[in-house]
């Protein structure tokens, strides 16, 4: 293919607001301002969430365990590619290097995110797929708030109920943090993380 290709960076996580159990991994176009929602699973969001929290598992999981097989085998993954849209569903490559040859994988996008984080690669797409899947978060429309605004308004200005963590000391969550982490409760401890990262603010 040899479409120019838009770099992606990764806004974040949020829950899903149309499918239950589910979350929207967010893309965004990293000149410019429009942004790519994707539904992805709850198992590949905690994947993908534990390398952006930068939390680190006792145990490899399934997509540390690719990347330390690749490393074992001196196989590289220099890129992501984002090159279909379907019926709602888009298509991912791995762009490998395998002596000194390209190399391309199929694979689903959320596992191509989860990859390109521990590899430290970049994710690309191609100007057709943000034309159809590509929306402009209007940040000054106060009356539809973005899920990340929402998120932060929450506990601020509503009196929604209350978070059992507001009532811990800071090393009572670090302890409590260093805990989840063993037992591999990467929710709770992401929970957590994002509680001592508002009062470190």
Sequence with gaps: MDKPKIKLNILGLSYSQTQSGAY?????????????????????AQSIAIKLEGLEPPRPLTHDLFLNFARAFKIDIIEVVIYKLEEGIFYSELVCLYNDEIVRIDSRTSDAVSLALRFNCPIYTYED???????????????????????????????????????????ELKDMLNDAVEKENYEKASEIRDEIKRRKK
């Design 24 to 44: 929207a991994l967010v893309l965004a176009e990293e000149e410019g301002e429009r942004r790519i929602p994707i539904i992805i699973g709850a198992v590949e």
């Design 129 to 171: 797929i943000l034309q159809k899947a590509g929306i402009v978060l209007d940040f000054g429309d106060q009356d539809e708030p973005t899920p990340e605004a929402s998120k932060k308004s929450s506990g601020k200005t509503s009196p929604g109920p209350r978070s059992p963590l507001a009532d811990k000391t800071m090393q």
